[in-house]
Structure formats: C-alpha cells, structure tokens
C-alpha cells in the first residue's frame, strides 16, 4: 500500500462489512498498517476468512437491527463495504429498524430483488440513515487501484486491439442494464458475458467453449472488467487478483484490461507476477473518449 494513504478522518470506530474472499482482509491489514483498528461485521453463511486477529462479530445477512445494536455498541463512525455475496436476503431474512425503514421503503424492496448496483446503493442508504460514513475500499487502500497502462511486463500487441475495444464497449453496455462487469471478446466479437456467476465462471465458459471448438484457431481474446456507469464507487468495483490471471490464461486469453483509477487489483505483487509468467498483458484503461492509439 502507498506509504502516504491515510485513513479518512471521522468520528468513531471504523467498520468493515465482510463478505466472501480475501478483499475484506486486504482491506483491513490496510487500515490496520494506518494506524485504525477496524471492527469487521462478518456476514454470516458469506465471510469465509479467519477473522481471529480482529475484533468481530458475525451478522445474519438482512438483520438490520442486529447490524444497527452492533454499531451503536461498538461507536463505528464509517464502515466500508468489500467482499462478494452469494445470496440475496429473503422476506423473513430481513429486520428492519426505524432508521431503514426512513430510507425508503424503495430500499428495503432493492435490497430483496434489486439488481447488483441498485442493491449496493440500497445498502450504503440504509447504513448513512444509521449514522455512519460509508467509505470506498480504495480510501482504506488507494494502492488496490488499478493505475493506466500496462501494469506488468507485456502490453497488449496491435492484434489485441480489436478485442479490447470489443469487449470493454459489452462490459459498459452491460453495465448499463446492471447485470454485470466483465466481457470477453476473442477474434473481434463478443464471445461472453458476466452475469451472476462471476468472472471465474465467465471464463470457465470460455476455456469450455474453447476447448470444443467454438472459438475461431488462432483467436486469442481479451477480459475486460470496467465499472458500471452508473456505479457508487464506494460498494463493488471491479476487480481482479491472481486467479482472474491464471483463468483467463486456463480460457487462451492474451490479456486483461481494466478501468484505470476505477478497479482494483487484489494481491497485485502476486497478480503480475503470474501474468508475467504466463505472458498475459494486464493493462489499465480509461474506457470514455478512449482511442485505438491509447489501446
């Protein structure tokens, strides 16, 4: 992590809401190397590290009140949202407080049915409406962000080009109708989308449709995974660590390109070091008014 990041000043303790992966370790080793000392809410059935050297509690997904009680008692001033869920809460699942149910009941129905972004935003309203600071993982670790150009050894080559511009143009239409981040395009067309599965399961997709011929000899292809265009930056952007690297070569993918400034690179020394090693580009972009010369 850059040595001059700081912790954002507010009052209170800050909060960590967990959910699947490493992202939300990461994230607090970071605050922890800045001097906070991070009280992590694991989501119950999706956190899944060992939470032993911190201060914690588990929280049941939709239990409101429960996550309300935890952050009066514990005095958090801003939490940060990072990890994956897996499952949306159900109708018996959710607890409401006064404070959610003044957030409207619009975000109450997001939180149940809502795509992934507008569920996002949903969450950061009812967690400002209980008093705290919602905060991007990336003020916690600004060296999460991906920065413009190539990030390792290899850059894209000029037969790459019409696969970047191919697929970065599906992951913003994509994100338009908020469904996902992530394309892949191979031989200059669209060859998958990111949905619910996730990127590891697009590539699978690939590396299948690949391996029974689907996909043109020769055609290499490239991940792209940009944010949302109407995306809160504080919950959920894309992202990529070392197994996104070892899939996509697993799926014959020259590269990766990612939004620069808006996507993280999670475990980024072991991240390039793998791209480095199976000869794939990670490249960052900047997605709007891009041109084939700054591909």
Request: aromatic content about 4%; glycine content about 12%; charged content about 25%.
């Amino acid at each position: 992590m850059s040595a001059a990041a700081s912790v954002p000043s507010f009052p209170g303790r800050l909060a960590i809401l967990a959910g699947r992966g490493r992202f939300p370790l990461i994230v607090a080793r970071a605050a922890r190397e800045q001097a906070s000392d991070p009280f992590i809410l694991a989501i119950e059935g999706e956190a899944d590290q060992d939470w032993t050297d911190f201060d914690h509690a588990q929280v049941p997904i939709g239990n409101l009140a429960e996550v309300s009680a935890l952050l009066r008692r514990e005095q958090i001033g801003a939490v940060v949202m990072a990890g994956g869920i897996a499952r949306r809460p159900r109708l018996a699942d959710i607890r409401p407080t006064w404070a959610s149910l003044r957030a409207a009941p619009s975000a109450l129905k997001a939180l149940l049915s809502g795509g992934d972004d507008s569920v996002l935003r949903a969450a950061i309203r009812v967690l400002e409406n209980h008093g705290v600071r919602v905060l991007g993982a990336q003020e916690i670790a600004p060296g999460l962000l991906g920065a413009e150009g190539p990030l390792g050894r290899h850059g894209p080559r000029a037969a790459d080009r019409s696969d970047m511009t191919a697929a970065i143009d599906a992951a913003l239409a994509l994100g338009r109708l908020d469904i996902g981040q992530g394309a892949v395009s191979a031989g200059g067309r669209v060859v998958a989308l990111e949905g619910l599965e996730g990127t590891d399961a697009m590539l699978a997709r690939v590396a299948e449709l690949r391996a029974n011929g689907r996909l043109r000899t020769g055609a290499r292809g490239v991940l792209a995974k940009m944010c949302k265009p109407t995306q809160d930056e504080r919950a959920d952007l894309p992202s990529i660590g070392p197994e996104t690297v070892i899939n996509a070569h697993a799926a014959g993918l020259a590269g990766i390109a990612l939004e620069a400034g808006r996507s993280l690179v999670l475990d980024r020394d072991e991240a390039i070091a793998e791209a480095d090693r199976l000869g794939l580009f990670v490249t960052g972009i900047i997605p709007f008014g891009y041109t084939k010369d700054t591909l």
